[in-house]
C-alpha cells in the first residue's frame, strides 16, 4: 500500500505512524514469515518493536484460572523488562495485556488502529495507544473481516522470541498461533491446567505430545530464550546473552566445570573463551573458583 504524502500526513495527525517493509523502523523477526506485512500502521510507542518480547495467547472462553495465571506471568515478563505481546481479544489476551500494564505490551489488531473490537476492550485499547503499541496491517478505518484473525496471529507469533499459552482448548486460533512459531523455530510454552477444564484440554494435550515445553513458572520461559534475572536491591532487569554464552551456562548447569572440559565441550579456542569467561564473570552470570574452575552464579 502506497500513500501520498498527504494521507501520510492526516494518517500522523490522528497520531497514526506508518512503517513500511524496508524502513529502519521495520521489525526484522517479521522478514521471517512466508507472507511479511508490507506496512504497519501503528499508535503508540515505536521502540517497542526494538525491544525482547514474549507473546501471550489463548482461548477467549478462559476460566478464573487462565486469568490469574496469564497476570501473573505477564506481569513478571514486564517487571522483568520484557515487552508482552498479544491480539487484544476478549479472555487471555485482554489478562495479558493489563498484567504487563499498557506501557509494556504491544496490541496487534485484526482490524484498523482506529476501530475497537472488541468494544469491550475499548478503554484498553485506548491505554494502550497512549501508552504501549498498537500495530495493525490493515488500514486505519478498516472495521475488520473474520479470516483477518488468522492472519494476525502470524505477526503475534513473528514479532516475539517466545510464545506462551496459558489456557486454550483442542481446537482454537490460539493453535494458528501456536503453528506459526514452530514453523518460525520459535521457543512454545505451555501452561498446563486441570484435567477436568475444557479451556485447558489444549495446553495439556501440547505438553502430552511434547509439541511445547512447559511452564509452570515465568523462569521457564525466560531461561529458555536466553533471559536471566537478576536479584539485587535494584528492580529486576534482563541480561540478553549470546548463544556462545548460553552454550556455557547449558554446560555448566549446576555442576562446577573446570575450563578444560568447557574447552573440550564448547569447541572454542582457549583464549577466546577466557575472553568471554571474564565477560561472563563481570556480569555476573558465571563465578570463577580457584583452580580455573566455573560455576553459574547463584
Known amino acids: ?31 521471517n514469515l512466508y507472507q511479511p506485512p508490507e506496512v504497519l500502521y501503528c499508535k503508540g510507542n515505536i521502540n517497542l518493536l526494538l525491544r525482547p518480547a514474549v507473546s ?20 513478571s515478563f514486564a517487571d522483568s523488562g520484557l515487552v508482552v505481546i498479544s491480539g487484544l481479544a476478549d479472555g487471555i489476551d485482554a489478562a495479558a495485556h493489563m498484567g504487563a500494564q499498557p506501557a509494556n505490551t504491544i496490541a496487534v489488531l485484526g482490524n484498523g488502529v482506529n476501530c475497537y473490537y472488541p468494544p469491550s476492550n475499548r478503554k484498553l485499547q485506548d491505554d494502550i495507544a497512549r501508552e504501549g503499541l498498537l500495530v495493525s496491517e490493515y488500514l486505519p478505518n478498516d472495521r475488520g473481516h473474520k479470516f483477518y484473525f488468522p492472519q494476525r496471529n502470524r505477526i503475534v507469533a513473528a514479532l516475539s522470541q517466545a510464545l506462551l499459552i496459558t489456557e486454550a482448548d483442542l481446537k482454537s486460533g490460539t ?6 512459531a514452530l514453523d518460525l523455530g520459535i521457543d512454545v510454552f505451555s501452561v498446563p491446567g486441570p484435567v477436568t477444564s475444557f479451556a485447558s484440554r489444549g495446553t495439556n494435550n501440547l505438553i502430552k505430545t511434547a509439541a511445547c515445553s512447559i511452564a509452570t513458572e515465568p523462569a521457564d520461559v525466560l531461561q529458555a530464550f536466553g533471559v536471566t534475572q537478576k536479584n539485587d536491591d535494584k528492580p529486576n532487569t534482563i541480561v540478553q546473552i549470546s ?11 549446576r555442576d562446577e566445570v573446570h575450563i578444560d572440559e568447557l574447552v573440550e565441550k564448547i569447541k572454542m579456542p582457549i583464549r577466546k573463551l577466557a575472553t568471554l569467561l571474564t565477560q561472563m564473570e563481570m556480569s555476573a552470570l558465571i563465578e570463577k573458583l580457584p583452580g580455573n574452575i566455573f560455576r553459574v552464579c547463584g
Open 1 to 31: 500500500m502506497i500513500h501520498s504524502k498527504e494521507e501520510v500526513e492526516a494518517f500522523a495527525k490522528q497520531g497514526i505512524i506508518i512503517i513500511k517493509r524496508g524502513d529502519k523502523e521495520y521489525p526484522k523477526r517479521l522478514e
Open 56 to 75: 501471550i495467547v489463548g482461548t477467549r472462553d478462559c476460566t478464573r484460572y487462565g486469568v490469574d495465571v496469564t497476570k501473573k506471568f505477564a506481569r
Open 175 to 180: 493453535m494458528i498461533t501456536k503453528d506459526f
Open 243 to 253: 548463544f556462545e554464552e548460553k552454550q556455557i551456562l547449558d554446560i555448566l548447569g
